[in-house]
């Protein structure tokens, strides 16, 4: 039996997926001890990932090699299985590969069997998968946000930010976001009933943030996506005993290049903490984390629009629009079954 995957030829330049990655037709090998196979049925399309796809050594895990399917969260029923606790028909969620049909060590692809009464089954990204556990570990844990806080959020339009800013206001914080474009910023304040969002594409985003601020006070947490030029900003808008909690450095993702804060000093004039922090190391929470995230999904409070393309041969344009803001919510490619 044949299977279609995307194939990582070369290291992509800026955004031009498609002179790196092939889509190739290839037989399946026969299933190994422990796997198992996945009719994919989403993939999940995350910012990160654009790291695994440079040649850096020193991130948080090492370069996906040249050659090999490329690397994704994927959904899917078990069509076969050599792994325990797995049969066929089990709905999935697994480090999988952008392909028809995912091959996995169902330990070391982190396989997890979902509940399939959950209407929506793509809420096992978004809501109720590694974006809830992210958004509520970064707001809540690293950024230790109490209630009446004031918690800022970049990249807020997106799938990690939009849970991000609902979850501080669910943690009885006063939410903002930043985001590109007023139809982003419109969906945050409106459809979310955030305290406000500043859109960092509109002109000077410190006289914004100036503005967002409430009898002279600034920031209490910031959950940063983005790095860059934006956390410049941000660092002399803190509030003093301030928390930055590091999630992502989507400034850099795509140029590679890395990007010293101008302003660092004032972690030492504010006195904050600055803190990065990483899902696989806090996997083992997962359960308990869906747990939370489940109810407030469940009871509406938490909610995730899809930006959903579909069809395996088009699954590079879904992934650009992480990087130049085509969505807002979760961009999933969904698969013909
Ligand atoms: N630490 C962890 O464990 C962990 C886990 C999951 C995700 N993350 C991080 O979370 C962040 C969001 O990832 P995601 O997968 O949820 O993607 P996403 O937020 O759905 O999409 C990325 C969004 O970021 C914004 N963006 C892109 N480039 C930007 C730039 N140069 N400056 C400002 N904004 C930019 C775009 O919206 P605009 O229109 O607003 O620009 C885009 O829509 C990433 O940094 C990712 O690495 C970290």
Not at 58 to 76: E, F, K
Not at 80 to 104: M, N, Y
Not at 168 to 188: N, S, T, V
Request: proline residues 4%.
């Amino acid at each position: 039996m044949n299977n279609r995957f995307w194939r990582i030829e070369s290291r992509p330049e800026g955004n031009d997926f498609a002179g790196a990655l092939a889509l190739v037709d290839a037989p399946l090998a026969p299933l190994a001890e422990g796997e198992i196979r996945i009719r994919n049925s989403h993939l999940s399309m995350d910012a990160g990932t654009r790291l695994w796809l440079t040649s850096r050594e020193d991130g948080y895990q090492p370069p996906l090699p040249l050659g090999i399917p490329m690397t994704g969260l994927v959904l899917g029923e078990v069509t076969e299985s050599r792994a325990q606790g797995f049969v066929p028909g089990d709905l999935v969620r697994a480090f999988g590969q952008w392909a028809d049909i995912s091959t996995v060590d169902a330990v070391m692809s982190g396989a997890i069997v979902l509940d399939p009464s959950v209407a929506d089954r793509r809420a096992w990204f978004g809501p109720l998968g590694m974006n809830g556990w992210t958004a509520l570990w970064g707001v809540e844990q690293t950024g230790a946000a109490k209630p009446g806080e004031r918690v800022l959020v970049s990249a807020a339009a997106g799938a990690t930010g939009i849970l991000a800013v609902q979850i501080a206001k669910l943690l009885g914080c006063e939410a903002w976001g930043i985001a590109g474009g007023a139809e982003k910023c419109a969906y945050l304040t409106g459809e979310l009933g955030i305290a406000g969002a500043v859109d960092y594409k509109a002109g000077d985003v410190g006289a914004q943030l100036d503005a967002a601020k409430t009898n002279g006070s600034g920031f209490d947490v910031y959950f940063d996506n983005v790095g860059g030029a934006l956390l410049d900003q941000v660092l002399t808008r803190m509030n003093h005993y301030g928390r930055i909690a590091v999630c992502g450095l989507l400034a850099d993702y795509s140029s590679g290049t890395r990007t010293a804060p101008a302003e660092f000093d004032q972690v030492l004039m504010r006195r904050l903490r600055v803190e990065g922090f990483f899902s696989p190391d806090f996997m083992h929470e997962g359960p308990a984390l869906t747990e939370r995230l489940r109810g407030w999904y469940e009871a509406g409070d938490l909610v995730m629009p899809y930006d959903v393309t579909r069809g395996l041969e088009n699954t590079l344009a879904a992934y650009a629009k992480l990087f130049t803001g085509g969505n807002i919510g979760k961009v999933i490619v969904e698969l013909e079954q």
